[in-house]
């Protein structure tokens, strides 16, 4: 003791610390340790300076000691402790083990990685890049789940395609209304291909678009996708289709089929039934060309392929009227506002469609190579003022239906394209080639001038889905941008102030 009453730390902490080594009498268990934290951390620094060399069993027997505190001491010492051999308090997380199951107690490894707090989180911190990967990809899958159980269902759906269509839908009832059911058919990608047709009543245009869609000329025409007219509408005179019906193919090939135009029986089912028309049309006729001027100037806008039917050469009515629907066609929307005072004979404005005249039940002498060469020369000089782009993108010649022609014989060639009438190929519908001086000559069959309908409809289908695929808009379309276009463009040609002023002057 000193004179001032209190002790020398010299000699009688380190002089006891000493007695309690020799002996090893104090230590006891967990909880009962007299020496207090504030002595643990006075005496090692002073043993270091002291230099002297203790055996490692202490150091062991004192882990459980440390071990023992409350959680809140636990913290203090591994803040203030400088770099010892002393175990941290974080001891028990054993971050080193998770990685490297072979390091044992005592080794380097451990000793290095429990020296201090600071590097154990850095050690925790050095863990977390490989978990992302299984949290991401736990969080994606149950994003839409309430389970775990249902995550894989939820991930297959995402990958799947969209519904296969079996048979049309309206795009556009009977009363020239938009319907939006053709919207869950639909993906966002923007290879598509749009194709819709228009013709006179009667001239088979459902037939031709079932047989491009999805079916084939041997099946029942009852399970086509667009239904042909029965023969009890064939009979009485009507019509089968109302207003554009739809269908998508898992080729991404969008069919529109519309309504007869300038149909005799809309007009009749008009005046025979006393419908109502709507408050701006005075008369039924004046209605019913309306409907198709409508039709036909909403199929030049959304269209990259338009195919005009026939079933004779030629109506020169029809050609008036593709004239009159490209005159009332609605301006392409355009992104810069220098491009929207552009008059509608500029090309880089306005976007027109492909034109495809389809010569449907055509017959033998049709197939003629002079006949075919004055059909062609007689559609370029009809269409030789029109916009839409009636030449250039489909030819017969490279169809090898014509395997005498080279391909300099049509100058004037235009899209232009011959269906013979739908027979069957049995022996009965066939004229036999021989007579009874050659009967060897019976046995095969009679000429036909061309192609079996199978066989033509194939080259057709060929032709039309390797059109090119113009831009519609001044966008680029996926398949769900273009229904709301679409959409758009349908109501503005039903606002249309062209159309309005059109039929005004036809009363």
Same mark, same amino acid.
């Given at each position: 003791?000193?004179?001032?009453?209190?002790?020398?730390? @010299?000699?009688?902490?380190?002089?006891?610390?000493?007695?309690?080594?020799?002996?090893?009498?104090?230590?006891?268990?967990?909880?009962? /340790?007299?020496?207090?934290?504030?002595?643990?951390?006075?005496?090692?620094?002073?043993?270091?300076?002291?230099?002297?060399?203790?055996?490692? &069993?202490?150091? $062991?027997?004192?882990?459980?000691?440390?071990?023992?505190?409350?959680?809140?001491?636990?913290?203090?010492?591994?803040?203030?402790?400088?770099?010892?051999? =002393?175990?941290?308090?974080?001891?028990?997380?054993?971050?080193?083990?998770?990685?490297?199951?072979?390091?044992?107690? &005592?080794?380097?490894?451990?000793?290095?990685?429990?020296?201090?707090?600071?590097?154990?989180? $850095?050690?925790?911190?050095?863990?977390?890049?490989?978990?992302?990967?299984?949290?991401?990809?736990?969080?994606?899958?149950?994003?839409?789940?309430?389970?775990?159980?249902? +995550?894989?269902?939820?991930?297959?759906?995402?990958?799947?395609?969209?519904?296969?269509?079996?048979?049309?839908?309206?795009?556009?009832?009977?009363?020239?209304?938009?319907?939006?059911?053709?919207?869950?058919?639909?993906?966002?990608?923007? +290879?598509?291909?749009?194709?819709?047709? $228009?013709?006179?009543? &009667?001239?088979?245009?459902?037939?031709?678009?079932?047989?491009?869609?999805?079916?084939?000329?041997?099946? +029942?025409?009852?399970?086509?996708?667009?239904?042909?007219?029965?023969?009890?509408?064939?009979?009485?005179? @009507? #019509?089968?289709?109302?207003? $554009?019906?739809?269908?998508?193919?898992?080729?991404?090939?969008?069919?529109?089929?519309?309504?007869?135009?300038?149909?005799?029986?809309?007009?009749?089912?008009?005046?025979?039934?006393?419908?109502?028309?709507?408050?701006?049309? /005075?008369?039924? !006729?004046?209605?019913?060309?309306?409907?198709?001027?409508?039709?036909?100037?909403?199929?030049?806008?959304?269209?990259?392929?338009?195919?005009?039917?026939?079933?004779?050469? =030629?109506?020169?009515?029809?050609?008036?009227?593709?004239?009159?629907?490209?005159?009332?066609?609605?301006?392409?929307?355009?992104?810069?506002?220098?491009?929207?005072?552009?008059? @509608?004979?500029?090309?880089?404005?306005?976007?027109?469609?492909?034109?495809?005249?389809?010569?449907?039940?055509?017959?033998?002498?049709?197939?003629?190579?002079?006949?075919?060469?004055?059909? !062609?020369?007689?559609?370029?000089?009809?269409?030789?003022? *029109? !916009?839409?782009?009636?030449?250039?993108?489909?030819?017969?010649?490279?169809? #090898?239906?014509?395997?005498?022609?080279?391909?300099?014989?049509?100058?004037?060639?235009? /899209?232009?394209?011959?269906?013979?009438?739908?027979?069957?190929?049995?022996?009965? #519908?066939?004229?036999?080639? @021989? *007579?009874? =001086?050659?009967?060897?000559?019976?046995?095969?069959?009679?000429?036909?001038?061309?192609?079996?309908?199978?066989?033509?409809?194939?080259?057709?289908?060929?032709?039309?889905?390797?059109?090119?695929?113009?831009?519609?808009?001044?966008?680029?379309?996926?398949?769900?941008?273009?229904? !709301?276009?679409?959409?758009?463009?349908?109501?503005?040609?039903?606002?249309?102030?062209?159309?309005?002023?059109?039929?005004?002057?036809?009363?």
């Amino acid at each position: 003791m000193s004179e001032s009453g209190h002790s020398q730390p @010299g000699m009688y902490g380190q002089g006891r610390r000493r007695r309690r080594r020799r002996g090893d009498r104090d230590v006891g268990p967990p909880g009962q /340790n007299l020496s207090g934290p504030s002595r643990d951390r006075d005496y090692q620094p002073r043993e270091r300076r002291d230099g002297s060399e203790d055996p490692p &069993g202490p150091l $062991i027997q004192k882990t459980p000691i440390i071990l023992a505190k409350p959680p809140g001491e636990r913290a203090k010492p591994s803040q203030n402790t400088p770099v010892s051999g =002393t175990p941290v308090l974080e001891k028990p997380i054993m971050l080193m083990k998770a990685r490297d199951d072979g390091v044992k107690p &005592g080794t380097p490894t451990e000793s290095a990685a429990q020296s201090s707090g600071p590097p154990s989180k $850095i050690e925790r911190e050095g863990q977390r890049p490989t978990q992302p990967v299984y949290q991401i990809q736990n969080r994606g899958m149950s994003a839409s789940a309430s389970s775990s159980a249902l +995550d894989p269902m939820v991930g297959q759906s995402k990958l799947l395609p969209p519904e296969k269509m079996k048979h049309s839908i309206k795009l556009v009832d009977d009363q020239m209304n938009w319907c939006d059911s053709a919207m869950e058919y639909l993906r966002d990608q923007t +290879d598509m291909l749009v194709v819709g047709v $228009i013709g006179l009543q &009667g001239t088979g245009k459902s037939t031709i678009m079932s047989l491009l869609s999805a079916n084939t000329p041997e099946e +029942d025409q009852r399970s086509f996708v667009f239904r042909p007219q029965t023969q009890e509408i064939k009979e009485r005179g @009507g #019509n089968q289709s109302t207003g $554009i019906d739809f269908f998508i193919t898992q080729e991404r090939v969008i069919f529109l089929d519309t309504q007869p135009m300038l149909s005799p029986s809309i007009l009749d089912h008009l005046i025979n039934n006393d419908r109502k028309l709507p408050p701006e049309y /005075n008369l039924p !006729h004046t209605y019913v060309e309306m409907q198709s001027l409508q039709i036909a100037a909403f199929l030049f806008t959304v269209c990259h392929v338009v195919i005009v039917v026939q079933d004779w050469f =030629t109506d020169l009515n029809l050609y008036r009227f593709l004239q009159t629907a490209e005159m009332l066609k609605p301006s392409t929307p355009s992104a810069s506002h220098d491009s929207t005072g552009s008059s @509608g004979s500029d090309d880089g404005a306005e976007y027109y469609p492909h034109i495809v005249f389809l010569q449907n039940k055509a017959r033998r002498d049709d197939f003629c190579p002079r006949n075919l060469k004055n059909m !062609h020369m007689v559609v370029d000089k009809l269409m030789a003022h *029109s !916009h839409l782009k009636y030449k250039g993108t489909l030819s017969m010649l490279d169809c #090898n239906v014509f395997p005498g022609l080279g391909q300099d014989y049509l100058t004037t060639e235009v /899209n232009m394209f011959l269906l013979p009438v739908q027979e069957n190929d049995g022996e009965d #519908n066939l004229t036999k080639a @021989g *007579s009874g =001086t050659y009967p060897l000559f019976s046995l095969l069959p009679g000429y036909r001038g061309h192609p079996a309908f199978s066989t033509m409809v194939s080259k057709l289908r060929s032709q039309i889905l390797a059109m090119p695929r113009c831009q519609l808009s001044h966008t680029i379309l996926t398949e769900k941008n273009w229904f !709301h276009y679409a959409a758009r463009i349908w109501d503005g040609v039903k606002k249309s102030s062209a159309l309005s002023e059109y039929s005004r002057l036809l009363c």
